[in-house]
């Protein structure tokens, strides 16, 4: 039976792909930064959580990761962790420049010296591409971040690659493009809107307030792109994919999407330039066709589609 650590389980990614290597027959070992039941919330939605072994483990502790490392001994290491929000790092820099980076820095040391034969799976982001000018992205283009949060992933990205090329170790990045899922948290956009547009429907908020909606994303569905992740670490040749859907949406169609669905008029939307980031991409979408050749990875989804899903998930929840 094989064995994986998947650090960040109780996050979006890390409880779908706890469920997918479950389904695979491994074993999984999932880290959290200090055990506290309340977190456990995805997991527990999956109705995984009996199922997989939590461990609480300092990613800035490197003595604790080693000794971690070597009880379990794993055949592979998928390193979801980080503060993930753009949004927040402009607020807390330091913070997150030194937790996303150092954090991966003691993971890969600690392949390094307990077993370099161990495969490790880095979560980097399309936001290290910054304001590129040429779309759709590819795996090669030009790093430009505009962003603490996107500075942090670009560093870690090309640790990555030395690691890889240096000690000869099995580690790689996916590059992955926004993905959403009704396990994502209230501070992301995406669910913002969906909960908020709930709330107008039945009387209780009476405007959705946000920030500049004239940008375009790409944006996936996370339950398909974790099986990504999967392939990424099961091929011979160890390399770096962006993992996304190929086409970009206007946040402000989201938002026109979900208030259709719930007939909510268009006057309700107020933009707060107090929301507007510092800096920000205008449109950036992948090109996808490396994952599907190479990895044999299908994604074919809308994501008008996708927020049906995760709108009609919502509306159970509520209505429960
Ligand atoms: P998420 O739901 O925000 O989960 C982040 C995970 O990291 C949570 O388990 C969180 O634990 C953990 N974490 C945060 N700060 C930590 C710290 N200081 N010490 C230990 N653990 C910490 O994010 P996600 O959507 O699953 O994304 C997974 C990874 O993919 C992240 O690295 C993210 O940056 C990257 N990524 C995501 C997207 C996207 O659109 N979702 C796109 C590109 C890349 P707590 O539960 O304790 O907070």
């Not at 993971?107 to 034969?117: C, G, H, M, S």
């Not at 670490?233 to 390399?239: A, E, M, R």
Request: proline share 3%; net charge negative.
């Amino acid at each position: 039976m094989k064995k994986a650590i998947i650090t960040g389980i109780t996050g979006q990614d890390g409880a779908f792909l706890a469920k997918l290597l479950l389904e695979k027959g491994y074993s999984v070992f999932g880290w959290t930064r200090l055990f506290s039941y309340d977190k456990q919330i995805n997991l527990k939605a999956l109705g995984i959580l009996d199922r997989v072994t939590i461990t609480s483990v300092d990613l800035l502790n490197s003595d604790a990761i080693i000794n971690e490392v070597s009880k379990i001994n794993p055949d592979e290491i998928y390193n979801l962790a980080a503060q993930s929000s753009v949004g927040i790092s402009f607020a807390k820099p330091v913070e997150t420049l030194y937790f996303n980076f150092n954090s991966v820095l003691n993971l890969l040391e600690a392949i390094v010296k307990v077993n370099p034969k161990i495969r490790f799976y880095q979560a980097s982001s399309s936001e290290m591409y910054g304001k590129i000018t040429t779309l759709p992205v590819h795996e090669d283009d030009p790093l430009s971040p505009i962003s603490p949060y996107a500075t942090s992933k670009a560093a870690t990205h090309w640790m990555i690659k030395n690691y890889r090329d240096v000690y000869k170790l099995f580690a790689v990045s996916g590059i992955l493009f926004n993905h959403e899922s009704h396990l994502r948290n209230e501070n992301f956009f995406v669910k913002k809107v969906i909960k908020q547009s709930i709330e107008i429907s039945r009387g209780m908020r009476s405007i959705l307030e946000v920030g500049n909606i004239e940008i375009k994303r790409d944006f996936g569905y996370s339950p398909i792109y974790v099986d990504a992740m999967w392939r990424m670490l099961q091929i011979d040749d160890p390399q770096d994919f962006i993992i996304c859907s190929g086409k970009s949406i206007l946040l402000k169609d989201i938002i026109y999407h979900c208030f259709d669905r719930f007939s909510i008029g268009y006057d309700r939307l107020r933009i707060n330039s107090d929301y507007y980031r510092p800096d920000e991409i205008p449109d950036i979408y992948g090109d996808n066709s490396k994952a599907k050749l190479l990895l044999g990875w299908e994604y074919d989804i809308k994501f008008e589609d996708v927020l049906d899903i995760l709108i009609d998930y919502e509306l159970k929840t509520y209505n429960n």
